[in-house]
């Protein structure tokens, strides 16, 4: 199961563009809507562009009902700055999952399982002294043996790809597939001020 669901994604990663943050947030009771999510991310759902409303801001991040959940997706360079306008939609409550990749083959995951979290950084695992990349899992731990096959090392190579990896964790523990026909179902749009670099 866990090598088809990386098939796909490695299948359509060039589908997916050169620069890209993913995010899927699942409530554990009840129906998330994109309205809620939108208040969640500290917005008011009145500034919500609506799917017909073309072209979309520049800035804006899609928000897509999918069952319960909401799936956001940010065509722009994933910075730190939109990556904690989306950490809001996690919190207790909620399981929430986010995937970030840029031109230069840079790539993060994040997970919160209302308070639990794991995070994971490529080309090189998160560095900190004394402490595995394993360690930093937290929620998706038992992840580790497969998520060991993206990272080169003197043992063995890398045989999955960073992106479709990660994708697949989500997709796995979210129940939520990305692929070509999410990304053209309707959608709303939420516009984000550009970051004040001053």
Sequence with gaps: MLDEVVAHYTEILD???EDMAYTVTLPNAGI????EAVRRMGFDPVEIEAPEAVPHSGNSIRLHQVGTSVVTLD???PMPERKQITDQLGGDGFR???VAFDINGNASMYANYGGAQGM???PEPIDLPFTRWTELL???HS???FLTRVYDSEEEEATVDFVAACLAVTELESGVRLDPELLHTPYSALPI???NFD
């Design 193 to 195: 001020p550009p970051p």
């Design 120 to 122: 994971l950084e490529y």
């Design 32 to 35: 998330l809507t994109v309205e």
């Design 75 to 77: 065509g722009v360079y």
């Design 96 to 98: 929430h999952w986010y």
């Design 15 to 17: 589908f997916l563009g």
């Design 138 to 140: 937290g929620p998706l």
């Design 143 to 145: 992840y580790a043996d």
